[in-house]
DNA sequence: TGGTCAACCAAACAAGTGCTTGGTAGGCTA
DNA sequence: TAGCCTACCAAGCACTTGTTTGGTTGACCA
């Protein structure tokens, strides 16, 4: 990330305080007059910080998906196979909600609000990004023999995804599980299942 | 269910149209407005039929939810094994998503938000008392060997939990995966597991 | 000392919000 | 025919919302 050395000015102060509140309430539901009181200002002199409520969250959710895709991006291009792809993807994913919780949760509630309009587009994009990030990745776990050939390739991602992201809404940074103890826990269900037994018809079959 | 026989009457239609907008847009984002003009009246008109803009929701999610926990109730008291009734109560929660998508939307986006009014608070008892039937079931699971030992129930629950009640934000009844392909595909993956081969320490060890 | 500037206040505005009020049209029934 | 009842309209009220405007404060600097 090459901006700017990002001083830790009011300005970068305030867009914290209101990513807390729409992290908490939603976007909608949160009135510029919630971050004023929140930030010990009145709700007026938010705009001399900022044009728009809307663009405070497009601040939020853009830079940190910047960050996030970049991270995204480095998993794939690593040079190891498929199945250890997947698992960094996915501890990537739950130490992301470790480290900006709030950025993750508005963009699970309010993506679908936002997205309806024009300037938050690239939410989309991001979206269907991701999706052929983690398809790409699934393809290539089957291909390879690493896992099952009987996987509908589009309901396991939605399944992994479904499952990663919303752990925001319960996961606490500090609480009882650390973020590696969820993934690790989460892998092991993911690629081995919870059964002791394998189920009974098309069991493990190799290619 | 003995209730009423609950003809079909304009205050049971105005519901359903009130629901889907809650569902689409969300319940605070839902303007008496917009369900007024979406049911060819005008929005004073709907306060013939109900209190307010809350009671609508409160009786389109409590008449869901006494309905869904019936059902619940059923598979836990049947007498049939842990693994069979954890098939159950997946099959039991996708099929609610198919034939309530909006209930089920709208107390996935907005139970956050209603569960601060007092009204609202059989919404987190119902999602206390859906978390006991499932960690019941999963410790009884593991108890009797089917299910691995390493499991940690709390952290299991959650992740069938979220991927479950979330596949409601992209199923669609009618759609390219029936709810009865979706649940046999996430069992698959949840009792056995995406990999061919289990993963390297602690495999499938019996009590 | 005077000027500049970021940060903020005080007050208001227009649009949108849930909800209320008094009234009306038309069907059913005694 | 009269009375009643369901379903609705038309208009408005009180409040909240995001945003604007003009002015004030205090630190820094030449």
């Known amino acids: 990330m090459s901006t700017e050395p990002t001083a830790p000015t009011r300005r970068t102060e305030l867009l ?3 990513a807390g509140l729409f992290a908490e309430k939603g976007f909608k539901n949160t009135t510029v007059r919630d971050i004023a009181e929140a930030s ?3 709700s007026g002199s938010l705009y001399h ?3 728009s409520k809307e663009s405070m969250v497009d601040e939020i959710l853009s830079t940190f998906q910047e960050e996030l895709f970049a991270a995204y991006d480095a998993v794939l291009a690593s040079d190891v196979d498929a199945r250890t792809k997947i698992d960094r993807a996915v501890r990537l994913s739950f130490q992301a909600i470790d480290q900006h919780p709030h950025e993750v949760a508005i963009f699970q509630n309010d993506a679908g609000y936002l997205g309806g ?3 938050f587009g690239y939410l989309a994009e991001r979206n269907a ?7 790409s990745l699934l393809t290539e776990g089957v291909r390879s023999g690493a896992l099952r050939h009987d996987l509908d390739i589009e309901l396991t991602y939605r399944f992994i995804r479904d499952t990663v992201w919303v752990a925001v809404k319960w996961y606490r940074p500090g609480g009882r599980h650390s973020h590696v103890e969820i993934a690790d826990q989460y892998l092991t269900i993911l690629l081995d299942g919870i059964s002791t037994d394998p189920q009974s018809p098309s069991p493990r079959e190799r290619p």
Chains 1, 2 share one sequence.
Do not use: N, P, T
């Open 129 to 135: 990004q991701s999706r052929e990030v983690w398809v």
């Open 49 to 51: 910080h900022f044009d």
């Open 117 to 119: 309009f024009e300037r």
């Open 16 to 18: 914290g305080i209101a």
């Open 40 to 42: 010990g200002i009145l």
